[in-house]
Antibody, heavy 117, light 110 residues
């Protein structure tokens, strides 16, 4: 069974940092593009970033460029999102997503990040 | 700010057909393929349609997708109560070098 389990969310003050993790199981993690997608409370979906199979190619939405980095460890079947200089507008549920634009798309259950003083 | 435009809401009675539009441009829908996602309130989204019109296994055939130029559509035939959800279109945008989602459409079964 495919599983994507996010962790590392929580409450952080503006300007602070947080590292999200996504642990994959049930499929060959190293063969897929992976993504982070977020959803602010009561709002729509927003793509945040993606990374290719070996981690050599990454893209980010403009609003997080220079603040967020993304990485993966294929030996640990894990995906990461390092979030620095957090702002109130980064408050959202963050989803780890496999193959977002393809037919093997699968979403994790999401993890809440709240940026507030 | 979404670059793909959807109607905010759509509704129908059980058994009716409902169509949701998704309007984009030549840098996204007009250039590549479209996926559709369904999100039941309080749950994670799930893939409904990929590559414009393909259904993943397990998705009922009452859901269908189509595309023409810079626009796409999702149709739900034989509407059922469990189809009450938010629906999002999405595509890669070459100008933004990023994946873009539609504004979302809330479907209500009357």
């Amino acid at each position: 069974e495919v599983q994507l389990v996010e962790s590392g969310g929580g409450l952080v003050q503006p300007g602070g940092s947080l590292r999200l993790s996504c642990t994959a199981s049930g499929f060959t993690f190293r063969t897929y593009w992976m993504n982070w997608v977020r959803q602010a409370p009561g709002k729509g979906l927003e793509w945040v970033a993606n990374i290719n199979q070996d981690g050599s190619d990454k893209s980010f939405v403009d609003s997080v460029k220079g603040r967020f980095t993304m990485s993966r460890d294929n030996a640990k079947n894990s995906l990461y999102l390092q979030m620095n200089s957090l702002r109130a507008e980064d408050t959202a549920i963050y989803y780890c997503v496999r193959d977002l634009s393809g037919g093997s798309c699968y979403w994790g259950q999401g993890i809440l990040v709240t940026v507030s003083s | 700010q979404s670059v793909l435009t959807q109607p905010p809401s759509a509704s129908g009675t059980p058994g009716q057909r409902v169509t949701i539009s998704c309007s984009g441009s030549s840098s996204n829908i007009g250039r590549g393929t479209v996926n559709w996602y369904q999100q039941v309130p309080g749950t994670a989204p799930k893939l409904l349609i990929y590559r414009d019109s393909q259904r993943p296994s397990g998705v009922p055939d009452r859901f269908s997708g189509s595309k023409s130029g810079p626009s796409a559509s999702l149709a739900i035939s034989g509407l059922q109560s469990e189809d009450e959800a938010d629906y999002y279109c999405a595509a890669w945008d070459d100008s933004l070098n990023g994946y873009v989602f539609g504004t979302g459409t809330k479907v209500t079964v009357l």
